[in-house]
C-alpha cells in the first residue's frame, strides 16, 4: 500500500478528501499538514502541526507517494493580494518542491475553472500561475482538477459564492455542450475524483475539468477502495 500527505485537511474540499483517503485501503497511512490538532482518531492518521512560513522544517523528515493539495483561500479572507498569493502560490509550490526532493511521485492539485496565466482577473491568474510552476518540476505524475463553483457547507460565510451557486444551480439545465464544466461541483465530488485520478490516470500532466470530475464521481463509486 501507499503513503499519502494531505495539505489543507480542513476546508470544503480538503476535510472529504481526508475522510475518502483514510478508508481508502489504497494508503496504509495519510499525513496532514495542519496549524491545529484535528480531533480525530484513526491508526493510519499522521497529524504535524505546521508553521506554514517555515514549510521546510515541517517537511524534511517526511516521504510519501502521493500529495494531495487542497489549499486556498479567498480575497476576503486572505486580506490581500500578497496574503492570496502565498496561501494559493507560496505555499504550495514548497510543498510539492519538498516532496518531490524526498521522493514522492504523484501531486494533485486543487486549482479551480478558468485557470490561466495570462489572466486579467487575479484569482484566475495564480491559479494559471500555480499550475505552471508545478509543471515545471516534473513530477511522474500531475493531476490538475480545476472545478467550478462549489458545492458544499462552508465554515465561513462566502455570500458572493452563495448567490453564484443559487444561480448555477437554477441555470444548470441549460449547460449542455461545452457550458457542462461551468455547472456546480459538490465539494465530495472533487474529493473523490482527487483520489480517484491520483489511482488511475496515465502519467504526465492531466488537466481534469470540472464535467469530468462530475462524471468520475457520477459513474466510479468504488474507483478508490
Given at each position: 500500500?501507499?503513503?499519502?500527505?494531505?495539505?489543507?485537511?480542513?476546508?470544503?474540499?480538503?476535510?472529504?478528501?481526508?475522510?475518502?483517503?483514510?478508508?481508502?485501503?489504497?494508503?496504509?497511512?495519510?499525513?496532514?499538514?495542519?496549524?491545529?490538532?484535528?480531533?480525530?482518531?484513526?491508526?493510519?492518521?499522521?497529524?504535524?502541526?505546521?508553521?506554514?512560513n517555515?514549510?521546510?522544517e515541517?517537511?524534511?523528515?517526511?516521504?510519501?507517494?502521493?500529495?494531495?493539495?487542497?489549499?486556498?483561500?479567498?480575497?476576503?479572507?486572505?486580506?490581500?493580494?500578497?496574503?492570496?498569493?502565498?496561501?494559493?502560490?507560496?505555499?504550495?509550490?514548497?510543498?510539492?518542491?519538498?516532496?518531490?526532493?524526498?521522493?514522492?511521485?504523484?501531486?494533485?492539485?486543487?486549482?479551480?475553472?478558468?485557470?490561466?496565466?495570462?489572466?486579467?482577473?487575479?484569482?484566475?491568474?495564480?491559479?494559471?500561475?500555480?499550475?505552471?510552476?508545478?509543471?515545471?518540476l516534473?513530477?511522474?505524475?500531475?493531476?490538475?482538477?480545476?472545478?467550478?463553483?462549489?458545492?458544499?457547507?462552508?465554515?465561513?460565510?462566502?455570500?458572493?459564492?452563495?448567490?453564484?451557486?443559487i444561480?448555477?444551480?437554477?441555470?444548470?439545465?441549460?449547460?449542455?455542450?461545452?457550458?457542462?464544466?461551468?455547472?456546480?461541483?459538490?465539494?465530495?465530488a472533487?474529493?473523490?475524483?482527487?483520489?480517484?485520478?491520483?489511482?488511475?490516470?496515465?502519467?504526465?500532466?492531466?488537466?481534469?475539468?470540472?464535467?469530468?470530475?462530475?462524471?468520475?464521481?457520477?459513474?466510479?463509486?468504488?474507483?478508490?477502495?
Amino acid at each position: 500500500m501507499k503513503t499519502a500527505l494531505i495539505a489543507g485537511p480542513t476546508g470544503l474540499t480538503g476535510k472529504k478528501c481526508l475522510e475518502y483517503l483514510l478508508e481508502s485501503g489504497q494508503y496504509s497511512m495519510v499525513t496532514v499538514l495542519t496549524r491545529k490538532k484535528l480531533n480525530i482518531e484513526n491508526k493510519k492518521l499522521v497529524q504535524i502541526i505546521t508553521d506554514f512560513n517555515d514549510l521546510q522544517e515541517s517537511l524534511k523528515q517526511v516521504k510519501v507517494n502521493d500529495v494531495y493539495c487542497c489549499l486556498g483561500t479567498t480575497m476576503k479572507k486572505a486580506g490581500s493580494k500578497e496574503a492570496f498569493f502565498k496561501v494559493d502560490f507560496d505555499y504550495p509550490l514548497q510543498i510539492a518542491s519538498f516532496l518531490k526532493q524526498n521522493g514522492a511521485s504523484t501531486f494533485n492539485l486543487v486549482s479551480a475553472i478558468g485557470a490561466n496565466k495570462n489572466s486579467t482577473i487575479f484569482y484566475s491568474k495564480v491559479k494559471g500561475e500555480i499550475e505552471q510552476a508545478l509543471i515545471k518540476l516534473h513530477f511522474p505524475k500531475l493531476n490538475i482538477l480545476r472545478p467550478s463553483i462549489l458545492d458544499g457547507e462552508r465554515k465561513e460565510s462566502r455570500p458572493g459564492e452563495k448567490a453564484g451557486l443559487i444561480l448555477s444551480k437554477i441555470v444548470a439545465p441549460l449547460m449542455i455542450g461545452p457550458l457542462k464544466k461551468y455547472k456546480p461541483v459538490k465539494a465530495c465530488a472533487v474529493a473523490f475524483a482527487l483520489i480517484y485520478f491520483s489511482i488511475n490516470a496515465p502519467e504526465g500532466v492531466n488537466i481534469i475539468e470540472s464535467d469530468k470530475i462530475n462524471s468520475i464521481y457520477n459513474k466510479e463509486k468504488y474507483g478508490i477502495n
